[in-house]
């Protein structure tokens, strides 16, 4: 209805504004109008509980996230994201448990068991891959020591300009 206005049909970036807004429009009213039952479908194909004994009984994809970590270390501000899904599958045997207790005092004591255990055992995952931060930075600190202890000489308090190139060791600050 708004492009039936005289002066608006004129302007391309009022006309391309309005088509965007028409558009997410559209895609919001596809949103509010989905069904229970896909939502449970996509929360249970999104849960992560089944990756869980793979990943940290078996410790798979501890190694290549520790090796893109350590190729990439933004990656690791990244992994946020991984940590909370699957801190979110903790959620599930939690809340069945929560579900059967009612008011029964022995189920509620194995719902704090039961979460105390899978917290220690996400603790400990997370730990087992963020493990290679500090073996990284240990690791370039040992790199600069060495280079600072056995290869980089002092500076005398002068210096004829001739020999400056030499003696500023360009190579050498330039691994630093």
């Given at each position: 209805?708004?492009?039936?206005?005289?002066?608006?049909?004129?302007?391309?970036?009022?006309?391309?504004?309005v088509?965007d807004?028409?558009?997410?429009?559209?895609?919001?009213?596809?949103?509010?109008?989905?069904?229970?039952?896909?939502?449970?479908?996509?929360?249970?194909?999104?849960?992560?509980?089944?990756?869980?004994?793979?990943?940290?009984?078996?410790?798979?994809?501890?190694?290549?996230?520790?090796?893109?970590?350590k190729?990439?270390?933004?990656?690791?501000?990244?992994?946020?994201?991984?940590?909370?899904?699957?801190?979110?599958?903790?959620?599930?045997?939690?809340?069945?448990?929560?579900?059967?207790?009612?008011?029964?005092?022995?189920?509620?004591?194995?719902?704090?068991?039961?979460?105390?255990?899978?917290?220690?055992?996400?603790?400990?995952?997370?730990?087992?891959?963020?493990h290679?931060?500090?073996?990284?930075?240990?690791?370039?600190?040992?790199?600069?020591?060495?280079?600072?202890?056995?290869?980089?000489?002092?500076?005398?308090?002068?210096?004829?300009?001739?020999?400056?190139?030499?003696?500023?060791?360009?190579?050498?600050?330039?691994?630093l």
């Amino acid at each position: 209805d708004v492009l039936e206005f005289h002066q608006i049909d004129n302007n391309l970036q009022v006309v391309q504004f309005v088509n965007d807004t028409r558009a997410l429009l559209k895609q919001m009213i596809r949103y509010i109008n989905i069904e229970t039952k896909v939502l449970i479908t996509i929360g249970t194909v999104g849960d992560l509980s089944y990756a869980w004994e793979l990943m940290s009984y078996f410790n798979c994809f501890v190694p290549e996230i520790q090796d893109k970590i350590k190729r990439n270390p933004h990656l690791a501000i990244q992994m946020r994201s991984t940590f909370v899904k699957l801190a979110s599958m903790l959620e599930l045997p939690c809340t069945r448990i929560d579900q059967a207790a009612g008011n029964d005092e022995l189920l509620t004591s194995s719902l704090e068991s039961v979460s105390e255990y899978y917290s220690t055992e996400l603790v400990t995952f997370v730990r087992n891959v963020l493990h290679i931060i500090p073996t990284s930075i240990f690791a370039v600190l040992k790199d600069i020591v060495k280079i600072l202890a056995d290869h980089l000489r002092e500076c005398p308090t002068k210096i004829v300009r001739k020999e400056l190139r030499d003696q500023s060791q360009i190579e050498i600050r330039h691994s630093l």
